[in-house]
């Protein structure tokens, strides 16, 4: 339909033009448009093409599908972060692609279209495609796994998602365990009526996941002599929990010192290792040490993250007024949307609990290592597209109540 022609095209040039003009438009990117981990990302990109070796700036955290993918934009146009601002508006293109086909079997075509449309223009994962950060390449992944995952439970589709799972963990190396979530929600999950109780699929879908995975395991253990699970979070853990941590993550955390079993230590110090995987354990231990003697500040560290990621664009302190007054009402405006989508996922939940019950156990997880690292916006873009679904459903029912009335 024509409609439908122009639709696409309007969303498209929206995402991908914004992917290309963010540089200009967003305030972090004009004063840095390599801001935060894009750089680290940048560096470990352009040296696996220069010098053909994966380099881990930032110790064994990153997962390296989404610099595999700019590694492969450098090796075909030189090194142009621009480019892989371009493949990011792609990219988003098939996350919302993948996106209109669920609202699409949950929803019908106009709620698909309306839900397709709100993650078009959803600030936040509008704004992701200017950055060089894996949540480009993990959003799309993640969205086409749950796709397929929510369809029929069949072998071939257990096997894709499978695929899709293993490619995201290789993404974003905290996703690992919720493949197994997942095909373990295949596995215990009553059947469809007329369905026979079959755990073949989920089994393909873990073996698959797992196959997709293992070559890399295979890498690390060979370069450093260890079982890595794509990735280590010791370094990032003890990031994030730590006596200055504010819910994010403290730049200069290194330098901290910290008082753990009646003594003063500098972070920089006690975790210094030349092997990174002994490196990162030391971290760990240092975070636990920390979080076991101070359990109330521990706490206090959970509520800050959880209202970071709750709050529409951060916690900010400000001394201007009509600046709070206007973060107070992003944030109230936010809160009515998350309330919404979680009213219109009670609403579908009872003739939807196999579908969705997936995203339960997606948003389960995603605020998990929320409360384990870091909260903000980024944690959470992982669950907002689903969100997105769960809040048209919502505004449905609202709408045929009120015209029942």
């Known amino acids: 339909m024509r409609w439908a022609f122009w639709f696409w095209v309007a969303v498209a040039a929206l995402r991908i033009g914004y992917a290309l003009i963010a540089p200009s438009v967003d305030p972090f990117l004009r004063r840095d448009p390599l801001h935060g981990d894009a ?41 142009a972060p621009q480019a892989v601002r371009l493949v990011n508006g792609v990219l988003a293109l098939v996350m919302l692609w993948g996106l209109w086909r669920l609202a699409h079997r949950w929803l019908g075509e106009r709620g698909a279209c309306w839900a397709t449309g709100l993650a078009a223009l959803h600030p936040h994962l509008l704004m992701i495609s200017g950055w060089l950060y894996t949540e480009n390449l993990a959003l799309p992944l993640l969205v086409w796994a749950l796709e397929r995952a929510s369809a029929e439970r069949t072998l071939r589709n257990g096997l894709i998602a499978g695929v ?56 690390l253990y060979g370069r450093y002599g260890h079982i890595i699970p794509v990735g280590l979070g010791g370094y990032t853990f003890l990031w994030a929990n730590n006596p200055e941590a504010d819910g994010g993550f403290r730049a200069d955390f290194l330098e901290l010192r910290m008082q753990v079993g009646g003594r003063e230590v500098v972070v920089r110090e006690w975790i210094a290792s030349p092997d990174p995987v002994e490196r990162d354990r030391k971290a760990l231990q240092l975070a636990l040490q920390w979080i076991r003697e101070n359990p109330m500040d521990f706490l206090r560290l959970l509520w800050l993250k959880t209202r970071l990621s709750l709050s529409a664009f951060g916690l900010q302190e400000s001394g201007n007024r009509a600046l709070l007054r206007a973060l107070a009402l992003a944030d109230g405006v936010y809160w009515l949307y998350l309330a919404l989508a979680h009213l219109g996922l009670f609403w579908g939940w009872r003739s939807r609990w196999r579908e969705w019950g997936l995203v339960v156990v997606l948003e389960a997880w995603v605020w998990l290592t929320i409360w384990l690292y870091a909260g903000g916006s980024r944690p959470l873009l992982p669950i907002q597209p689903f969100w997105l679904i769960f809040f048209v459903r919502a505004v449905q029912e609202i709408r045929k109540r009120l015209l029942a009335v």
């Open 164 to 219: 899709l799972l293993g490619l995201l963990a290789l993404t974003r190396a905290n996703f690992l365990p919720f493949l197994g979530l997942v095909a373990l929600w295949w596995a215990m999950a009553a059947p469809r009526a007329g369905q026979k109780w079959n755990r073949l699929p989920a089994l393909g879908m873990a073996l698959s996941g797992m196959l997709v995975v293992a070559p890399y395991v295979g890498y």
């Open 39 to 79: 750089a680290v990302h940048d560096q470990m990109a352009w040296t696996l093409v220069q010098e053909g070796r994966l380099v881990f700036v930032k110790g064994l955290q990153t997962a390296p599908a989404y610099i595999w993918l700019m590694a492969g934009v450098y090796a075909v146009v030189g090194h």
